[in-house]
């Protein structure tokens, strides 16, 4: 069973920056693409950033030049460097494939909040 556990969430000011990761057991998801998707109270969970197999990244453009998702095959992980944060920002954060979907995990909270 894939199991996803995303982590490095926490409270941080605006302008500040997190790094978020996302590990997988019960599979490897090198040869897939993976998103990062966020969840703000009472809105709909959007899609923020994306890397496919071989390395080619996608963002929406709320958090174009702020955010980095990268991922490292070794250790079967995903990660999401988030720079200039500001309270839109704020939400739950997620991991899972582009395409297909896995279980979701429990995500990890993002607030940005002075």
């Known amino acids: 069973q894939v199991q996803l556990v995303e982590s490095g969430g926490g409270l941080v000011q605006p302008g500040g920056s997190l790094r978020l990761s996302c590990s997988a057991s019960?599979?490897?998801?090198?040869?897939?693409?993976m998103g990062w998707y966020r969840q703000a109270p009472g809105k709909q969970r959007e899609r923020v950033a994306s890397?496919?197999?071989?390395?080619?990244?996608n963002y929406v453009d709320s958090v174009k030049g702020r955010f980095t998702i990268s991922r490292d095959g070794a250790k079967n992980t995903v990660y999401l460097q988030m720079n200039s944060l500001q309270p839109e920002d704020t939400a739950v954060y997620y991991c899972n494939r582009v395409v297909g979907n896995y279980a979701w995990g429990k995500g990890t909270l993002v607030t940005v909040s002075s």
């Open positions: 890397i496919s197999s071989g390395g080619t990244t």
């Open positions: 019960g599979t490897d998801f090198s040869m897939y693409g």
